[in-house]
């Protein structure tokens, strides 16, 4: 396979880098004849002919036409599942038909992006097509610190939605929630707008302003005005709650797990010997890195799978390596609506290996791996490649269920799922040595 970046998430999504390609192989000759096809039928819509007689006709490919073959010999050979070939050509056809209805108007470059789009949009809301300057975003993201407004964003049915605003960002403080819809930036519709294109429109230079207008719940939309920042994110805090240990992550960026071991290790430091427990805050984590994932639960586990990836055609298995920094001490998860993807991974590796309980209220649901596979230096597909699975072989999709449901009151002060967790721990009502607090 080819080295990749895999991303699961989110808009923003899950993904391990390994570095890109710069050189792709020809495309296939289905690929091939699949690019002919799109041609003869722009040609088509363009010149209002019979569709099958441009067919017959077409002796050239359109500008951009071997793009698409190289897009549609991704999808053929990596795609999760397998696919209808008619029913790719034909989304793509239609997605013409849509953005462009005056297409004398258009280059054969944008009829054919226009054709990419709608063929990888049919497959699911993660699989894009990412040119340059959409790539260079999806790196910096991962690198854990880029100019915007600090949300991790999916394409929703209509519009875009938010999987979680990321702790001391802009967008956390303008009170931005998971699950909110992105109706309007700066007056511009999102409504069926592409993820990528909602991403850049939503960034934008330290210091300016964008307005956004957003919908939450069955409540008429709201205009929330935001000054954009640098985003740095501080993917892992920690902080001792008496003999208690805290540990937060926001999102699995680089170096996730490396920060987590110690952090594990200055609790203990701090706390001591007294140190009762763990509370591992998984909340309004929108996911990250597929290895650091991996990395962060290895740090609370022993031994034991750890998530499996079931593609297309054969199954990858990670695993613990030997070694609990925490010796087995008791351990909560705390999840929400808002913990995606990288975040489920942990929450539901350490539930099936009875290593911790979990409270809050059901998470994301995101249970797919994206892949990021380059057609050039300069752009890439970011396809579905895989779903993930968790120690006992569940699918995440519809969301984990916590261990014990409890709702944050919004017109209450303080934190009822962390008191909870805490008040757990400290009654040490605790199956040992699982550290799985009963229930």
């Given at each position: 396979?080819?080295?990749?970046?895999?991303?699961?998430?989110?808009?923003?999504?899950?993904?391990?880098?390994?570095?890109?390609?710069?050189?792709?192989?020809?495309?296939?000759?289905?690929?091939?004849?699949?690019?002919?096809?799109?041609?003869?039928?722009?040609?088509?819509?363009?010149?209002?002919?019979?569709?099958?007689?441009?067919?017959?006709?077409?002796?050239?490919?359109?500008?951009?036409?071997?793009?698409?073959a190289q897009v549609y010999?991704?999808?053929?050979?990596?795609?999760?599942?397998?696919?209808?070939?008619?029913?790719?050509?034909?989304?793509?056809?239609?997605?013409?038909?849509?953005?462009?209805?005056?297409?004398?108007?258009?280059?054969?470059?944008?009829?054919?992006?226009?054709?990419?789009?709608?063929?990888?949009?049919?497959?699911?809301?993660?699989?894009?097509?990412?040119?340059?300057?959409?790539?260079?975003?999806?790196?910096?993201?991962?690198?854990?610190?880029?100019?915007?407004?600090?949300?991790?964003?999916?394409?929703?049915?209509?519009?875009?939605?938010?999987?979680?605003?990321?702790?001391?960002?802009?967008?956390?403080?303008?009170?931005?929630?998971?699950?909110?819809?992105?109706?309007?930036?700066?007056?511009?519709?999102?409504?069926?707008?592409?993820?990528?294109?909602?991403?850049?429109?939503?960034?934008?230079?330290?210091?300016?302003?964008?307005?956004?207008?957003?919908?939450?719940?069955?409540?008429?939309?709201?205009?929330v005005t935001i000054t954009?920042?640098?985003?740095?994110?501080?993917?892992?805090?920690?902080?001792?709650?008496?003999?208690?240990?805290?540990?937060?992550?926001?999102?699995?960026?680089?170096?996730?797990?490396?920060?987590?071991?110690?952090?594990?290790?200055?609790?203990?430091?701090?706390?001591?010997?007294?140190?009762?427990?763990?509370?591992?805050?998984?909340?309004?984590?929108?996911?990250?890195?597929?290895?650091?994932?991996?990395?962060?639960?290895?740090?609370?586990?022993?031994?034991?799978?750890?998530?499996?990836?079931?593609?297309?055609?054969?199954?990858?298995?990670?695993?613990?390596?030997?070694?609990?920094?925490?010796?087995?001490?008791?351990?909560?998860?705390?999840?929400?609506?808002?913990?995606?993807?990288?975040?489920?991974?942990?929450?539901?590796?350490?539930?099936?290996?009875?290593?911790?309980?979990?409270?809050?209220?059901?998470?994301?649901?995101?249970?797919?791996?994206?892949?990021?596979?380059?057609?050039?230096?300069?752009?890439?597909?970011?396809?579905?490649?895989?779903?993930?699975?968790?120690?006992?072989?569940?699918?995440?999709?519809?969301?984990?269920?916590?261990?014990?449901?409890?709702?944050?009151?919004?017109?209450?002060?303080?934190?009822?799922?962390?008191?909870?967790?805490?008040?757990?721990?400290?009654?040490?009502?605790?199956?040992?040595?699982?550290?799985?607090?009963?229930?």
């Open positions: 396979m080819l080295s990749d970046f895999r991303y699961f998430v989110v808009a923003l999504l899950l993904f391990s880098m390994a570095g890109c390609s710069s050189v792709a192989r020809a495309p296939g000759p289905e690929a091939q004849e699949a690019a002919k096809r799109l041609s003869s039928d722009i040609v088509s819509y363009r010149n209002g002919v019979d569709k099958v007689k441009a067919r017959q006709d077409a002796s050239v490919l359109v500008r951009g036409a071997n793009l698409f010999e991704k999808v053929r050979v990596h795609y999760v599942r397998d696919i209808d070939d008619e029913a790719l050509i034909e989304a793509a056809t239609q997605e013409i038909r849509k953005r462009h209805p005056e297409p004398q108007a258009a280059e054969d470059k944008e009829l054919v992006e226009a054709a990419i789009h709608g063929m990888l949009g049919s497959l699911d809301n993660y699989s894009s097509y990412l040119d340059k300057k959409h790539l260079k975003a999806l790196r910096e993201q991962t690198r854990g610190r880029f100019g915007g407004l600090g949300i991790e964003v999916r394409k929703g049915d209509t519009y875009i939605d938010i999987v979680a605003p990321i702790d001391g960002t802009p967008a956390q403080r303008a009170g931005l929630k998971s699950g909110d819809h992105i109706v309007k930036a700066d007056g511009k519709s999102l409504k069926d707008a592409l993820l990528r294109d909602a991403v850049l429109l939503l960034r934008g230079a330290p210091g300016s302003d964008v307005t956004l207008s957003i919908q939450r719940g069955e409540k008429a939309p709201f205009d954009r920042a640098i985003i740095n994110v501080a993917s892992v805090r920690w902080r001792a709650e008496g003999d208690i240990g805290y540990l937060r992550i926001t999102s699995f960026s680089e170096r996730v797990g490396d920060d987590v071991a110690s952090s594990v290790m200055s609790l203990k430091t701090a706390i001591g010997s007294r140190m009762r427990g763990i509370v591992l805050d998984l909340r309004n984590n929108p996911g990250g890195l597929l290895d650091q994932s991996i990395a962060v639960s290895d740090v609370f586990l022993d031994d034991g799978r750890i998530v499996s990836t079931r593609e297309r055609h054969y199954e990858q298995h990670y695993s613990a390596t030997k070694g609990d920094l925490t010796d087995g001490l008791p351990m909560v998860v705390l999840i929400n609506n808002g913990s995606a993807s990288a975040a489920e991974i942990v929450a539901g590796a350490l539930r099936d290996h009875h290593r911790a309980t979990l409270i809050g209220t059901k998470s994301f649901g995101k249970g797919t791996v994206q892949t990021i596979l380059p057609l050039s230096s300069t752009d890439a597909v970011k396809l579905t490649t895989a779903i993930y699975l968790t120690p006992s072989g569940v699918s995440v999709e519809g969301g984990i269920a916590p261990d014990h449901t409890v709702e944050l009151d919004e017109e209450r002060e303080g934190d009822e799922q962390l008191e909870r967790a805490l008040q757990l721990l400290s009654a040490q009502t605790v199956s040992a040595p699982t550290g799985v607090i009963s229930r």
